[in-house]
């Protein structure tokens, strides 16, 4: 129960690394499942979500070897098909071993993870799409179980271009019988990464980032080498702190063709943005105008900025209302916020934001990943301390933030709490 004490008052200055995107490698190392052998998977980043999704894969009887950035996966010829409840619930992208384990081994018991802090996540789609592709799928006491000889090819119609079920059904299709369609296919940049690990493996894909997905099954895939796409919400989180901060941060590592519409959103709240050698600069000298904004699939605006946003809104010059259309329940960091000074109503989908000229520093807790780093960027602009709680939720997306964050010359200490369970 660790937490940070951000001091505010800090202007960010120099560079920063961002590694691969914990949105990719997760489900690149459930892909690893498809293929006996070794796989090895680099430009890993070191988050709690890697160590644990190594687990969920170790239950299933793989060989999880991890050597600094890189991930050696050595997948058994018959691996195990189960994964339980205790590692499902902490790690919801373990849902991803799913569609794999149903086409490689016939079989797979996948617990239902189950709502979070951002929304009620549904599965339907994965499991509409695996039943499509000839799979028996049953829930049953807290398990979903599908069931499989041989998928065979089929087309697919997501109602809505999620990612996890587009995730999901690419992999089963890799190794179905025949072509499988995906219509109205999400077309992130993780999507793209998947599919081409899977083409490297020997799959047959078409049309990887765009919304159809033609899949010719094959009878089996190889291990592969695989370098992990750069993550663009990491990207993006620190050229949002370089705006609110007034700063200056070049962003190594960063891939701007991945982050068009949240970058144009700061150039209009007042930010030089540039390419440079190696990923790209951004410079604020004022403080920013607010912007509206509206999360959508990729390459619409990704939900996942959508708390760094509102932050920022909080302390621009100017109204702005944010609506979200991706998780109906991610606004619960708002009453955080709100205990850090800002003026923010919601209803519904959307939040209005009044900027204000300062935040002022409070205790608060972080609910989920993108949440927490958006309380800690506010800390950085409140007067006096902010204490963000509960930052493990942090630790599971962001490699070395406070390291990161100190080498930028924010004042950040990290801080172990006593256990206080005895007052439950
Ligand atoms: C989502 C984001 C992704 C982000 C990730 C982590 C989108 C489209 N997806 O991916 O960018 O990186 O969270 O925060 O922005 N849904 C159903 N039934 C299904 C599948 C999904 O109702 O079978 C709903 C979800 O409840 C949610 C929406 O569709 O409201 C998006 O789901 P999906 O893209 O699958 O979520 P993630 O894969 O978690």
Redesign the pocket.
Known sequence: MDRFLVQGGARLAGSVSVGGAK?SVLKLMAASLLAEGTTVLTNVPDILDVTIMGEVLRRLGCDVVRNEASVAITVPAVPGHEADYDLVRRI??SIAVLGPLVARCGEAKVALPGGDA???????????GLIKLGADVVSEHGYLIARAARLTGASVW??????????NLLMAAALAKGTTVIDNA?R?P?IVDLCHMLQQMGAQIAGAGTSTLTVEGVESLRPVEHETVSDR?VAGTWAVAAVMTRGDVTILGGRPEHLEMPLEKLVRAGAVVEACDGGFRVCMDRRPTAVDLV????P?F???FQPLFLGLNTVAEGTSMITEN???SRWMFVNELVRLGADVRTDGHHAVVRGREVLSGAPVTAH???AGAGLVLAGLVAEGVTEVGDVHHIDRGYEGFLDKLTALGADVQRVSVPDDSWLS
């Not at 999360?295 to 990729?298: A, D, G, R, V």
């Open positions: 949105n919801r992208a951002i929304g009620s996540r549904g599965l339907d789609m994965h499991v509409a997501l109602d809505f271009p999620s990612v996890g079920a587009t995730e999400a992130e993780e919400i999360t959508l699939p990729y619409g990704a939900t996942d991706v998780f109906e989920d990943i993108r």
